[in-house]
């Protein structure tokens, strides 16, 4: 079984500060992505990244930064958190085949 | 989350009923398509995926049927139990080229099973 873990289950941090979300998958996959989940807006593509050290933009980058330094690692970063991007975070990867495996989430809080 | 199935539609059935969710998707282009299932406080889970040369495709309790003329989805589940509580998504790729796919989400539907 594909197995995606994210590094926190729950998360609140200040306006202001720096957050990193991890990502860990351990099938190999070239694919990565973050999403954020809102209620009545979905599952919206932050970023991906088909390679190591490649990344793209999805449909809604601003406020948000990745890093991909080893293949089974994506993580997302929030350079200076606002209250705006209080959300149900997601990460997924993908190989050869069309479908993502979903991390079980991290929701972060921005006070 | 726990949070997701606030405003979105909600169909409510009894166990033991069949279910019908449905999905319109966006573009004619878009070749395969995907079902998720996300229960309260996890992620989405893969339930089942289609190719737009088909037509209907069978799991165990699930099947898929796809519409191309109007762009619609929709996912039957037999004997619906009260672990399929949860929320559906479709959802549509979109090649990117060299790369990678994107998905592109419906916003989901609420099944709440009845006991």
């Known amino acids: 079984d594909v197995k995606v873990t994210q590094s926190s289950r729950y998360l609140v941090k200040r306006t202001g500060e720096k957050v990193f979300l991890e990502c860990v998958q351990d099938m190999d996959h070239e694919n990565m992505f973050w999403y954020r989940q809102d209620p009545g807006l979905g599952l919206r593509l932050i970023y991906f990244?088909?390679?190591?050290?490649?990344?793209e933009k999805g449909d809604i980058p601003e406020g948000y930064s990745v890093s991909r330094e080893k293949k089974e690692r994506f993580s997302l970063i929030l350079e200076s958190a606002s209250t705006n991007q209080t959300s149900m975070y997601l990460c997924?990867?993908?190989?050869?085949?069309?479908?993502?495996?979903f991390g079980p989430g991290t929701r972060l809080t921005v006070t | 989350g726990e949070s997701v199935g606030l405003h979105l539609p909600t169909l409510s059935v009894q166990e033991g009923d069949n279910s019908i969710i449905n999905c319109a998707y966006s573009?004619?282009?878009?070749?395969?398509f995907i079902w998720y299932k996300q229960e309260s406080g996890k992620g989405p889970q893969f339930i089942i995926d289609i190719r737009s040369n088909m037509d209907k495709r069978q799991g165990q309790r699930v099947t898929v049927l796809l519409n191309k003329t109007v762009k619609h989805l929709s996912l039957q589940i037999a004997a619906t139990q009260p672990g399929d509580s949860a929320v559906y998504f479709c959802a549509e790729i979109l090649y990117y080229g060299g790369a990678t796919n994107k998905l592109i989400f419906g916003t989901g539907t609420l099944l709440a099973v009845q006991p």
């Open positions: 990244s088909y390679d190591v050290k490649m990344k």
């Open positions: 997924a990867s993908s190989g050869d085949r069309y479908e993502q495996y």
């Open positions: 573009n004619s282009a878009s070749d395969y």
